[in-house]
């Protein structure tokens, strides 16, 4: 995922603005809010998928060590 948002914003820089309209300008700056906001998304699942590994890795070592 993280290389599509990179991707997206790579091309959506590469817009000339000063040939936008207003509203594609208005546009522009919503597609790059989003983006932005999908990015700082992606962030936040890769750390909760640290967090679920390291989880896991207690829960299967306190079943281990109860004897289960």
């Known amino acids: 995922m993280a290389d599509t948002i990179a991707e997206t914003v790579d091309l959506l820089y590469t817009i000339d ?38 989880l896991n890795t207690w829960a299967l070592k306190a079943t281990t060590a109860d004897g289960r």
Do not use: C, M, W
Not at 21 to 35: E, F, K, R, V
């Open 17 to 54: 603005q000063e040939n936008l309209t207003p509203d594609q300008l208005i546009a522009l700056g919503a597609a790059l809010a989003s983006l932005a906001q999908a990015e700082r998304l992606d962030q936040i699942n890769e750390r909760l998928r640290g967090i679920h590994q390291v």
